[in-house]
């Protein structure tokens, strides 16, 4: 039978289950992928499972989150990092190397291949033809202990491109008008698989920058072919042999199509505070800009910072304007250095920031209040940047380099001349931050310091639970704002008690005072709740706090793996009037668990208001066990006994 791209490597890869939608499978996985800020927390959890050596092709520690280091937090986070990974068999890229994705892209990625990822943005990878999901840390710390990831079978999209991009117009053009068009929750449960005569007409980089903002639409993942593009990007990268042409057949089928004529695309703008909320610049254009922040994981490639070199070339930025440029990885720097490009940059008047995630998680470069400021990033959230009056803009790099010159949102199409950017034929390969895997047998200390604390563990499910609505909160609530990062919290992801007090402080900063006089209970969520990132911290700290259940209109689906892997239970209102009607402070009540969830229906009594709620349950046979046994690590040592 004729298979989509997405079909042929999940077969492939297939270790139990039937590839139909909305079937459990799990599949082999090849890769890893974790980054600091998820990476204690996953590698704590994978240090309990008692395994000497990764059993993963490849798995890789990036640090790239938070390189601050303005305690001593961080940087016994990065200690412990590196020892484990000497110790269990993992590559290591050191702070300074750049972006896990980016790097990850060009030094890692294999066609064909699956990876799982303690990062929402995992799926750049599909941009070289991989299978690239994002997960919770625990997840990923079972899969580099070699047990199969288990997801729900995704519908696959095909987003059928033609023609060419016009001058000006940027691969983030095509991701923001898809969330034009699909909405942030638009592609939960589905996978997008790019196909068509247009796709040979975007490199490598510009395909990874499409998939990484895949995750923006709620998507399991992205996925472009693999063809003489990915040969050429794998022959820079001195890593030919890791080619393998891969493609859909022919007359392969699909669960829906898209169409996108890549030459009728404008430059576009996605407007506070959702990566959904898109606009043409052109109508925009003259608002007045304060910062411009040009790199992160979507936009940091050769290409992004050679076509922000060329606009900056014999120009100034703006004297309002302050322009801040984080390349992807060193060895771009190095190759931008190399071609004379980082010259025009730094003569321009920008800010040279670490090579690193830098301002989009609000690590430093936070906009002055109640400005505008333009991003080449993929997440343009409330209070993520670390100023609540702020306004961020998500836009190209062209765009950006643009308007920061002339102080204010450019259509870049005005700016004259566009200088085609030819990537060189090798690049001059950059590896001396990263650590190779140390021999088997090798002694290696594990070094833990006084900030890392223990991964809290659940206690089994109550039968039977009565207690108050902590907090009810509206539609696409994001992880940014159940537990937000930034300079002054991120520096804690190690320390679940420490880091459980900033829990919801975006939204309510008395949630966890609360949480603590009531001994726990109910949170309450619109649509999408749990959108955005993998952090499992935000399932991590209101367990911690004592909540049992969330009862939403609907989740993100990573949030909702990771509710459950920490034991905390996910329900859906059957009804909307049962959400406009259930209000923070009402009691609920439920009784007899274990059988409601085996018939997947959870009748929920709230006391206060004398209303009955019917709720649906999301979980099959193994994730029932696993919320009863207090989460994933509970249930499977129950497992092992
Ligand atoms: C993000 O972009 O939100 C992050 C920070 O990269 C997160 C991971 C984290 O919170 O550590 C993600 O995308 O998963
Ligand atoms: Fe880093 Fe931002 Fe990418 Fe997340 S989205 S991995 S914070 S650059």
Aim: proline share 6%; aromatic share 6%.
């Amino acid at each position: 039978m004729s298979k989509n791209l997405v079909q042929k490597i999940l077969h492939n890869h297939l270790v139990e289950g039937k590839m139909e939608q909305g079937n459990p499978i799990k599949i082999k996985i090849d890769q890893t992928l974790t980054q600091d800020a998820t990476g204690t927390m996953a590698y704590l959890q994978f240090e309990t499972l008692g395994i000497d050596r990764v059993r993963t092709d490849v798995s890789v520690s990036y640090v790239d989150h938070n390189t601050l280091q303005s305690g001593f937090e961080n940087a016994d986070d990065h200690r412990y990092l590196q020892s484990v990974a000497a110790k269990y068999g993992i590559w290591f890229s050191k702070p300074g190397n750049g972006i896990c994705h980016q790097l990850h892209l060009e030094n890692f990625g294999i066609p064909g291949k699956t990876m799982l990822g303690s990062d929402s943005h995992t799926p750049t990878g599909g941009g070289i033809g991989m299978i690239a999901i994002g997960a919770g840390g625990l997840d990923v710390a079972l899969a580099m202990a070699g047990i199969p990831f288990e997801m729900t079978m995704p519908s696959v999209v095909k987003v059928h491109l033609t023609g060419k991009l016009p001058d000006w117009v940027s691969a983030k053009d095509v991701i923001l008008e898809l969330l034009r068009r699909k909405s942030v929750k638009g592609g939960v449960g589905k996978i997008f698989e790019y196909s068509g005569p247009g796709v040979a007409n975007l490199s490598v980089p510009q395909r990874a920058t499409i998939t990484n903002m895949g995750a923006e639409l709620g998507a399991t993942t992205s996925i472009f072919p693999s063809d003489e593009q990915t040969r050429k990007f794998l022959q820079r990268m001195e890593r030919v042999d890791d080619y393998r042409p891969l493609q859909a057949d022919d007359d392969a089928q699909y669960d829906e199509v898209v169409s996108i004529d890549l030459s009728e695309l404008e430059p576009m703008v996605a407007c506070p505070h959702s990566p959904d909320n898109i606009k043409k610049v052109k109508d925009l254009a003259g608002m007045k800009v304060n910062q411009v922040a040009i790199g992160s994981c979507t936009n940091s490639s050769y290409q992004d910072m050679m076509i922000t070199s060329k606009i900056l070339e014999k120009n100034k930025v703006h004297p309002d304007v302050n322009l801040g440029i984080s390349f992807g990885s060193k060895q771009i720097m190095e190759q931008v250095d190399e071609e004379g490009g980082l010259e025009s940059i730094i003569r321009a008047g920008a800010r040279i920031l670490e090579n690193a995630c830098g301002p989009c998680i609000g690590m430093g470069f936070s906009p002055p209040s109640d400005s505008a400021c333009l991003r080449t990033f993929n997440r343009n959230f409330y209070g993520r940047s670390g100023t609540k009056s702020a306004g961020i803009y998500l836009v190209s790099p062209e765009t950006a380099a643009v308007s920061a010159i002339h102080g204010e949102l450019t259509d870049p199409r005005e700016f004259g001349q566009y200088t085609p950017i030819q990537e060189p034929d090798t690049y001059s390969r950059s590896t001396s931050l990263f650590l190779p895997p140390v021999p088997e047998g090798t002694e290696v200390e594990v070094i833990q310091g006084p900030n890392i604390a223990p991964c809290p563990v659940n206690t089994p499910f109550p039968d039977n639970y009565r207690n108050e609505v902590l907090l009810k909160v509206e539609d696409n609530i994001t992880t940014d704002h159940i537990m937000p990062a930034g300079a002054k919290i991120l520096p804690l992801r190690s320390n679940i008690p420490k880091i459980s007090e900033h829990c919801f402080e975006v939204t309510d900063p008395q949630f966890p005072a609360r949480a603590k006089e009531k001994g726990g209970g109910f949170i309450v969520g619109g649509e999408n709740y749990g959108q955005g990132s993998s952090r499992e911290h935000a399932a991590l700290a209101p367990m911690y706090l004592g909540i049992k259940c969330v009862i939403a209109r609907s989740f993100s689906r990573i949030h909702l793996a990771n509710l459950v892997n920490f034991g905390i239970l996910p329900l859906i209102f059957d009804r909307s009037a049962d959400y406009e009607s259930c209000t923070q402070g009402d009691v609920l009540y439920f009784e007899n668990i274990e059988s409601q969830l085996r018939e997947k229906k959870v009748a929920i009594y709230n006391e206060t208001r004398d209303e009955t709620y019917h709720c649906t349950a999301l979980l099959n046979e193994g994730e029932v066990d696993i919320i009863l046994a207090g989460g994933k690590l509970n249930a499977m040592k129950e497992k092992l006994k």
